[in-house]
Structures are given as C-alpha cells and as structure tokens.
C-alpha cells in the first residue's frame, strides 16, 4: 500500500509540476509549513521560507506571463528545461529513504510525466494562440492554474486518489497525441491525382 501511495504522490506532483512548477512547489511548501496535512519527513525540504517565498513570486510572475498570448508561449519555451527536472526532483522528494537505483528510476518517472503534462500544455497553448481573441488563452490559463491546485490537494490528500487521476490524465495524453499524430500523418499523405 506504501508503494501505492508514493507512486500516486509522485504521479500527481510531477503531473501538475509539468503545467505549473511553481505553483506545485508553493502548494507543497505550504502545507508543510502550516500543517494542512501530515507529510512525510521527505517533503520537509519543501519547508524552507526562501523556498516557498520564490515558488510563489514566480507563480504571480506565470500567472499573468499565462495570460498574454505568444509570452506564454515564449515562457512556456523556456520552462522546456525547468518542468521536467522540477518534477524528477518533486518525484524523488516523495520517494524518501531509498537505493540510488530507486531514486534514478523515479527521477526519470518524475521527469518524464513533468516533460509530457508541459508538451501537452505547452502544445495546447500554441494552438490557442492562433485564435484572434484572447479569451481562449485566458480560459485555458485558469482552467490549468485550477487543474494544478486541484490535482495538489488531492495529491495531499488522497494519494491513491491522485494515482487514479493522474493514470486517466495521462492515458487521455497518450490518445490525444496518438490521435494528433495520425491527424498529422494522414495530412501529408500525398492526394491520389
């Protein structure tokens, strides 16, 4: 049971770290600080004023930087590198006392959901932005900031829970790309004459 609650603690931060990093950080530092819920000693780390402090200016900086259609894009760009290894080191933070084999193999699960929830997002905001008015992009900005404390409290809470969401979330991804790739496929196909 143990492993299951770490996997959905790792899954769900590393899930809603790929959409918003700071924000994750911030809701973690958080609770941990004023005790909203028992965590393990691991996440202790996240404790720190200075951390949370930082998290949380650089979250009111994403929040309105998410709002300007092309600055997200150009935010989201940079976040390419920061996402991922937040959320590697938010997975190995969850992970506790573990082998270095361990802590690797969950680094790289960590990572890899981060990398996949930031192109999903980062893809989906592109596509927004080709769209004249600006409510779409405002819209999906809430709707993402909604999403991440959201999916932060029931990873607080409700471990297994998280696991649960974030498996379907991530299996709506892996179709929804599926889907964009034969899309894509089937449009370059050259046309019979």
């Known amino acids: ?5 770490t996997l959905g603690r790792t899954l769900g931060f590393s899930l ?3 959409v918003n990093l700071y924000a ?11 005790g ?8 202790q780390v996240f404790n720190n004023p200075w951390i949370i402090g930082v998290a949380g200016v650089l979250y009111v900086v994403e929040f309105f ?3 300007i259609p092309w600055v997200d894009t150009l935010w989201d760009a940079v976040h390419t590198f920061v996402r991922p290894v937040g959320g590697a080191l938010i997975a190995v933070a969850s992970l506790g006392e573990a082998s270095p084999g361990m802590e690797g193999m969950v680094a790289l699960l960590g ?11 980062a893809g989906t905001r592109v596509a927004a932005n080709a769209s004249p008015e600006p409510f779409s992009n405002w819209g999906l900005s809430l709707l993402e900031d909604v999403l991440v404390v959201g999916l932060g409290f029931v990873t607080l809470k409700f471990p297994l829970l998280a696991l649960g969401v974030s498996l379907a979330i991530l299996l709506a991804m892996i179709l929804a790309a599926r889907w964009i790739w034969r899309s894509l496929r089937r449009a370059s196909e050259p046309r019979p004459a």
């Open 1 to 5: 049971m143990d492993m299951l609650v």
């Open 16 to 18: 809603a770290a790929g």
């Open 24 to 34: 994750t950080v911030a809701l973690v530092g958080l609770a941990a600080r004023f």
């Open 36 to 43: 909203w819920v028992s965590l393990p000693e691991q996440f």
């Open 65 to 67: 930087a998410d709002k």
């Open 111 to 121: 990572g890899a959901v981060a990398a996949g929830s930031h192109a999903t997002k």
